[in-house]
C-alpha cells in the first residue's frame, strides 16, 4: 500500500510539472487502436474557479497534436505482446509529436480491461473543534477500512464520493461548516497488478514518464455523459474492441465500475467465421452493412463478400445483409445481457435516474440503442464525447470518448486519497487510519 501510494503521488507531482511547461500527452490503449493526443495548457486559458464534473478544466487547454494506429498485441484491453504494443505506442505517440511540433515527455494512460472491481467504504469521526477543519476532513478519509482486494491487485482509483455532517448528506466541500459528527462515503476501484506494471513497462520503453493512470470506464464516462446525467445518476457503456466497460455516475462521481471482456472484435470474429473471411474483409463488411435488426428489405440486400484468395467462386461470393445481422446479432445480445448483470448487481435500478449512454466504437452498430433499450429495459441514447477545442473533426466520434475524457481527467483530475499527505509510519495493508493533510489546490 505504501508504494503504491509513493508511486500514484509521483505521477501526480509529474502532471503538475508537465502542466507547468506547458505540454503533455494523452495514450488512449485500446484493443484495435491506440491514439495520442498532445495537448497544451496555457496559462492565460487556465479556469479562474475550479471545476467539478464533465465541462471542469474545459478551457484549460488545447489540442495541438492527434494521432492514432491500428493497435497491436493488445487482448481485452490489456497488453499482450510486448514489443508489438511498444511498436504501436511509438508509432502513434511521433505522429502526434510531429504534428504539434513539440517533444512530449509525459504521458497520462488509459487502460480498459484489468478485471476491475468496485467497493465502497465509509468513515465517521468525530469534529474536534465544533467546525469542520480540513484535519477533520483527512481524519474522516483515514477512517475509511481498506477492503482485502486480494494479492496481485492494485487500486487505481480512490475517491472521495460524498460527504454527511450531522445527517446532511451530498456535501461537497464541508469545511468551515459547523456540526458534531462527520462521515464519508469514499469508491475504490482496484485492477489486476500485472496489466498496470506491462503498460507501464511498454511506456517506459518508449522513453516516455507515465504522469497519471485512469479507467478507460470512468474516463469515457466523464467525457460522455452530460452534467445533469452525471448528477442524477446514470451508466456509460463504453463499448470497444476487446472488452466493454460499464460505469455509474450520480453526483458528478462515479461510484462503480466493472467490465465485460467482450467488445466489437469479437463481433467481427464471428463475421469472420461464419462467412470464412479474413478479419479485414469482416471489419469491412460490418462497418459498410452491420445491423442488429433485420426487415424484409435486408434478405434481398446482397453483400459482395469480395476477396483475392485467387479462387474465382469464392471470391465473388454474396450474402445477404439478413444473414450478416443474424450472425452479428447473438453476440451483441451476449454483450448486452452480460452489461445488463453488471448492472442489476450494482443496484443499478436504486438511482432515481437511470439513463444508459453507449459509447465507444462498438456502439455504432445501428439499431443498436433499440436493441439495448430491449434488453436492459431502461431509457438508452448514444453518446458522443464533448467537444474539446483544436480536437480534429475524425476524433470527436464515439470511438474517442476515452481519449477526450481522458483530456479532462488530466486537466482536472478528481480528488483521490494519495493527493493528500500520509505520515510513512504507522503504515497497514488494511487501514488508511493516519494524519491527512488536503492540498489547498485540490479544495
Same mark, same amino acid.
Given at each position: 500500500?505504501?508504494?503504491?501510494?509513493?508511486?500514484?503521488?509521483?505521477?501526480?507531482?509529474? /502532471?503538475?510539472?508537465?502542466?507547468?511547461?506547458?505540454?503533455?500527452?494523452?495514450?488512449?490503449?485500446?484493443?484495435?487502436?491506440?491514439?495520442?493526443?498532445?495537448?497544451?495548457?496555457?496559462?492565460?486559458?487556465?479556469? !479562474?474557479?475550479?471545476?467539478?464534473?464533465?465541462?471542469?478544466?474545459?478551457?484549460?487547454?488545447?489540442?495541438?497534436?492527434?494521432?492514432?494506429?491500428?493497435?497491436?498485441?493488445?487482448?481485452?484491453?490489456?497488453?499482450?505482446?510486448?514489443?508489438?504494443?511498444? /511498436?504501436?505506442?511509438?508509432?502513434?505517440?511521433?505522429?502526434?509529436?510531429?504534428?504539434?511540433?513539440?517533444?512530449?515527455?509525459?504521458?497520462?494512460?488509459?487502460?480498459?480491461?484489468?478485471?476491475?472491481?468496485?467497493?465502497?467504504?465509509?468513515?465517521?469521526?468525530?469534529?474536534?473543534?465544533?467546525?469542520?477543519?480540513?484535519?477533520?476532513?483527512?481524519?474522516?478519509?483515514?477512517? $475509511?477500512?481498506?477492503?482485502?482486494?486480494?494479492?496481485?491487485?492494485? !487500486?487505481?482509483?480512490?475517491?472521495?464520493?460524498?460527504?454527511?455532517?450531522?445527517?446532511?448528506?451530498?456535501?461537497?466541500?464541508?469545511?468551515? #461548516?459547523?456540526?458534531?459528527?462527520?462521515?464519508?462515503?469514499?469508491?475504490?476501484?482496484? !485492477?489486476?497488478?500485472?496489466?498496470?506494471?506491462?503498460?507501464? +513497462? $511498454?511506456?517506459?520503453?518508449?522513453?516516455?514518464?507515465?504522469?497519471?493512470?485512469?479507467?478507460?470506464?470512468?474516463?469515457?464516462?466523464?467525457?460522455?455523459?452530460?452534467?445533469?446525467?452525471?448528477?442524477?445518476?446514470?451508466?456509460?457503456?463504453?463499448?470497444?474492441?476487446?472488452?466493454?466497460?460499464?460505469?455509474?455516475?450520480?453526483?458528478?462521481?462515479?461510484?462503480?465500475?466493472?467490465?465485460?471482456?467482450?467488445?466489437?472484435?469479437?463481433?467481427?470474429?464471428?463475421?469472420?467465421?461464419?462467412? #470464412?473471411?479474413?478479419?479485414?474483409?469482416?471489419?469491412?463488411?460490418?462497418? +459498410?452493412?452491420?445491423?442488429?435488426?433485420?426487415?424484409?428489405?435486408?434478405?434481398?440486400?446482397?453483400?459482395?463478400?469480395?476477396?483475392?484468395?485467387?479462387?474465382?467462386?469464392?471470391?465473388?461470393?454474396?450474402?445477404?445483409?439478413?444473414?450478416?445481422?443474424?450472425?452479428?446479432?447473438? /453476440?451483441?445480445?451476449?454483450?448486452?445481457?452480460?452489461?445488463?448483470?453488471?448492472?442489476?448487481?450494482?443496484?443499478?435500478?436504486?438511482?432515481?435516474?437511470?439513463?444508459?449512454?453507449?459509447?465507444?466504437?462498438?456502439?455504432?452498430?445501428?439499431?443498436?440503442?433499440?436493441?439495448?433499450? /430491449?434488453?436492459?429495459?431502461?431509457?438508452?441514447?448514444?453518446?458522443?464525447?464533448?467537444?474539446?477545442?483544436?480536437?480534429?473533426?475524425?476524433?470527436?466520434?464515439?470511438?474517442?470518448?476515452?481519449?477526450?475524457?481522458?483530456?479532462?481527467?488530466?486537466?482536472?483530475?478528481?480528488?483521490?486519497?494519495?493527493? +493528500?499527505?500520509?505520515?510513512?509510519?504507522?503504515?497497514?495493508?488494511?487501514?488508511?487510519?493516519?494524519?491527512?493533510?488536503? +492540498?489547498?489546490?485540490?479544495?
Amino acid at each position: 500500500m505504501a508504494q503504491l501510494y509513493q508511486t500514484q503521488r509521483a505521477m501526480r507531482n509529474m /502532471r503538475q510539472a508537465a502542466m507547468q511547461r506547458g505540454v503533455i500527452a494523452i495514450l488512449d490503449v485500446g484493443t484495435s487502436k491506440i491514439a495520442c493526443l498532445v495537448l497544451r495548457f496555457d496559462a492565460d486559458l487556465r479556469p !479562474v474557479a475550479d471545476g467539478v464534473g464533465s465541462m471542469a478544466g474545459q478551457s484549460a487547454f488545447r489540442v495541438i497534436g492527434a494521432a492514432t494506429t491500428r493497435s497491436r498485441g493488445v487482448r481485452f484491453g490489456e497488453v499482450a505482446a510486448m514489443a508489438e504494443t511498444e /511498436r504501436a505506442i511509438r508509432t502513434a505517440v511521433q505522429a502526434a509529436q510531429k504534428m504539434a511540433g513539440v517533444r512530449v515527455d509525459h504521458v497520462i494512460a488509459t487502460l480498459s480491461g484489468a478485471r476491475p472491481r468496485s467497493y465502497g467504504l465509509a468513515g465517521e469521526v468525530e469534529v474536534e473543534a465544533g467546525q469542520v477543519t480540513g484535519a477533520d476532513i483527512g481524519r474522516v478519509l483515514a477512517a $475509511c477500512e481498506m477492503p482485502d482486494y486480494g494479492d496481485g491487485r492494485e !487500486v487505481l482509483h480512490a475517491q472521495p464520493v460524498n460527504f454527511t455532517l450531522d445527517h446532511r448528506s451530498g456535501l461537497a466541500d464541508p469545511r468551515g #461548516q459547523i456540526g458534531q459528527t462527520l462521515a464519508t462515503d469514499m469508491h475504490v476501484l482496484s !485492477v489486476d497488478a500485472t496489466s498496470i506494471e506491462n503498460l507501464l +513497462f $511498454c511506456i517506459k520503453r518508449c522513453d516516455l514518464e507515465l504522469a497519471g493512470l485512469a479507467s478507460s470506464a470512468y474516463v469515457s464516462g466523464i467525457s460522455s455523459l452530460v452534467e445533469d446525467e452525471q448528477e442524477l445518476g446514470a451508466a456509460c457503456i463504453d463499448m470497444g474492441g476487446g472488452s466493454t466497460g460499464i460505469s455509474i455516475f450520480i453526483r458528478k462521481h462515479m461510484i462503480y465500475a466493472d467490465s465485460v471482456r467482450m467488445g466489437g472484435e469479437h463481433v467481427t470474429g464471428d463475421i469472420a467465421m461464419g462467412l #470464412q473471411v479474413p478479419n479485414a474483409t469482416a471489419e469491412r463488411i460490418k462497418t +459498410f452493412y452491420g445491423g442488429v435488426h433485420a426487415t424484409g428489405m435486408d434478405d434481398r440486400e446482397m453483400i459482395e463478400i469480395g476477396g483475392d484468395s485467387g479462387d474465382w467462386e469464392k471470391d465473388r461470393r454474396t450474402v445477404s445483409r439478413a444473414e450478416l445481422i443474424g450472425i452479428m446479432r447473438p /453476440r451483441v445480445e451476449e454483450i448486452l445481457e452480460e452489461v445488463r448483470a453488471r448492472l442489476d448487481a450494482a443496484n443499478f435500478e436504486c438511482l432515481p435516474s437511470q439513463q444508459i449512454v453507449l459509447t465507444g466504437g462498438g456502439s455504432q452498430i445501428p439499431g443498436l440503442d433499440g436493441l439495448a433499450s /430491449r434488453i436492459l429495459g431502461q431509457q438508452v441514447r448514444l453518446g458522443r464525447p464533448l467537444r474539446v477545442q483544436g480536437l480534429p473533426q475524425a476524433a470527436t466520434g464515439p470511438a474517442f470518448a476515452g481519449a477526450v475524457g481522458l483530456t479532462l481527467f488530466a486537466a482536472h483530475p478528481q480528488d483521490e486519497w494519495w493527493d +493528500f499527505e500520509i505520515p510513512a509510519e504507522g503504515y497497514s495493508n488494511r487501514s488508511l487510519r493516519r494524519a491527512f493533510r488536503w +492540498f489547498k489546490e485540490n479544495w
